[in-house]
């Protein structure tokens, strides 16, 4: 079975750090390029970032870039998202994703979520 | 990266058709064959029902159709039912090598 699961959220002060990881199961993670999305409470959809297939391009949305650093690690079939600087706009459910083969060709395969909340 | 522009709310009765709208620029939907749907029940993770446009992924019922008019894209369902009841966004590829998501709309089945 495809799946991918989430993990790292929880409770962090405005200005810290956390570190999401999204563990993929099911296919063969080197061939995808994955993505992150997030959802504000009550919000709609936002998409944060995503990696190609060897992890050797990133892509960022304004609100995160230079505060937020995407990775995956082939050998573990795992990725990871650095967030730091965190603010408290960056409370939301993160997904991981997987891309049907790059993340602009549709997300075809999404985790459970992670819940990330900023604040004092 | 401004969001696409999607109608708050929809709605229609069971059988009938209705039809989301996506709007969004020469710098995103316009120039690019890269929209994808997503719809998201209460609660759940999101869920792709079209992708480059117009295709369907296996497994999603025939009743979710996409199309694109230049910098406009556009899902239809036809057939209501109730299941379909949900949130649905659109999602485009743009110029800037990043992807944008519209507002989402939210689906009421009378």
């Known amino acids: 079975e495809v799946q991918l699961l989430e993990s790292g959220g929880g409770l962090v002060q405005p200005g810290g750090s956390l570190r999401l990881s999204c563990a993929a199961s099911?296919?063969?993670?080197?061939?995808?390029?994955m993505g992150w999305v997030r959802q504000a409470p009550g919000k709609g959809l936002e998409w944060v970032s995503a990696?190609?297939?060897?992890?050797?391009?990133?892509s960022y949305a304004d609100s995160v870039k230079g505060r937020f650093t995407f990775s995956r690690d082939n050998s573990y079939n795992t990725l990871y998202l650095q967030m730091n600087s965190l603010r408290a706009e960056d409370t939301a459910v993160y997904y991981c994703?997987?891309?049907?083969?790059?993340?602009?060709?549709?997300?075809?395969?999404w985790g459970q979520g992670t819940t990330v909340t900023v604040s004092s | 990266q401004s969001a696409l522009t999607q109608p708050a709310s929809v709605s229609g009765s069971p059988g009938q058709s209705i039809t989301i709208s996506c709007i969004g620029t020469?710098?995103?939907?316009?120039?690019?064959?890269?929209v994808s749907w997503y719809q998201q029940h209460p609660g759940k993770a999101p869920k792709l029902m079209i992708y480059?446009?117009?295709n369907r992924p296996s497994g999603v019922s025939n009743r979710f159709s996409g199309s694109k008019s230049g910098n406009t894209a556009s899902l239809t369902i036809s057939g209501l039912q109730a299941e379909d009841e949900a949130d649905y966004y659109c999602?485009?590829?743009?110029?800037?090598?990043?992807?944008?998501f519209g507002g989402g709309t939210k689906l009421t089945v009378l």
């Open positions: 994703a997987k891309g049907r083969s790059g993340t602009r060709n549709g997300m075809d395969v």
């Open positions: 099911g296919f063969t993670f080197s061939n995808y390029a």
């Open positions: 990696i190609s297939d060897s992890g050797g391009v990133t």
């Open positions: 020469n710098s995103d939907v316009g120039p690019y064959n890269y």
């Open positions: 480059e446009v117009t």
């Open positions: 999602n485009s590829y743009t110029s800037s090598n990043t992807l944008v």
